[in-house]
């Protein structure tokens, strides 16, 4: 099976920055798209930005200039640099990975992980 574990969130004030990490950890083959979501209260999870495995970056219009996300094939780990925070940006912060795992022995699965889920609060 395939865990994601996010971190990096927090309280800052308007203007503020923050960088959020996923690592993606277990029988990994390979992951394809990685992204980001956030979910505020009372309102739908929304995508914040996605980056396949190529490089190519897809971003939500609200975010588009302020956001950043990059990943390391490396280390399975991806990375959401926010700048210019405003309080609409308020919300839970999910990490999301579509994952081919498993082995040759006893095959391969290709399924659609989440983490946890991170705090990010921007306020005065």
């Known amino acids: 099976q395939v865990q994601l574990v996010e971190s990096g969130g927090g309280v800052v004030q308007p203007g503020g920055s923050l960088r959020l990490s996923c690592a993606a950890s277990?029988?990994?083959?390979?992951?394809?798209?990685m992204g980001w979501y956030r979910q505020a209260p009372g309102k739908q999870r929304e995508l914040v930005a996605a980056?396949?495995?190529?490089?190519?970056?897809n971003y939500a219009a609200s975010v588009k200039g302020r956001f950043t996300i990059s990943r390391d094939n490396a280390k399975n780990t991806v990375y959401l640099q926010m700048n210019s925070l405003k309080p609409e940006d308020t919300a839970v912060y999910y990490c999301?990975?579509?994952?081919?795992?498993?082995?040759?022995?006893?095959?391969?699965?290709?399924?659609?992980?989440w983490g946890q889920g991170t705090q990010v609060t921007v306020s005065s």
């Open positions: 980056i396949t495995s190529g490089g190519s970056t």
């Open positions: 277990g029988s990994i083959f390979s992951i394809n798209a």
């Open positions: 999301n990975a579509d994952v081919v795992w498993g082995d040759s022995l006893f095959g391969r699965k290709r399924d659609d992980y």
